[in-house]
């Protein structure tokens, strides 16, 4: 979500039951915030996640609020009335260089795809063992 206003502002994110998001809430939810924009990011989302997610940001001045109508449906109970494609990347595979010690590195690439498409990044730790790379501190992992 875009935020303007005279800063300082101060964002709070509120869960359907009206329950504001906050580091307690960790495991299942994380909220970022760079610069103007604000996101809410649900992790492993049920139909039980589905509502009315609001975003509130407050200045000295007054009050904005968003409100976002979250619908998550079972797998098997969605409808498919779109055309089934494989998914489609702007890049072909190529080797990134980095530095021992540098700070990060990033792996960008774009990809087309549907509704179903799972994304995941993988690091190859010997010839044959792949570990998925979780979305922690170290990596983080975003579509």
């Not at 300082?8 to 329950?19: A, D, G, H, Q």
């Not at 299942?28 to 975003?55: E, Q």
């Not at 779109?82 to 700070?103: C, D, F, L, N």
């Amino acid at each position: 979500m875009l935020i303007l206003g005279t800063e300082p502002i101060t964002i709070k994110w509120f869960t359907p039951n009206r329950v504001e998001i906050t580091n307690n809430h960790l495991n299942a939810y994380r909220i970022d915030r760079v610069g103007k924009d604000s996101r809410l990011t649900i992790f492993d989302a049920f139909p039980t996640d589905s509502g009315d997610y609001k975003c509130l940001a407050e200045n000295k001045f007054g009050t904005a609020k968003c409100i976002f109508e979250l619908k998550i449906t079972e797998k098997n109970n969605f409808n498919y009335n779109i055309e089934q494609k494989p998914p489609t990347v702007s890049a072909k595979q190529s080797t990134i260089y980095a530095k021992q010690g540098q700070r990060f590195v990033v792996f960008n690439f774009l990809v087309v795809f549907g509704d179903e498409t799972v994304i995941c990044w993988y690091r190859i730790v010997q010839d044959s063992e792949q570990h998925i790379i979780p979305n922690t501190k170290k990596y983080e992992v975003s579509q």
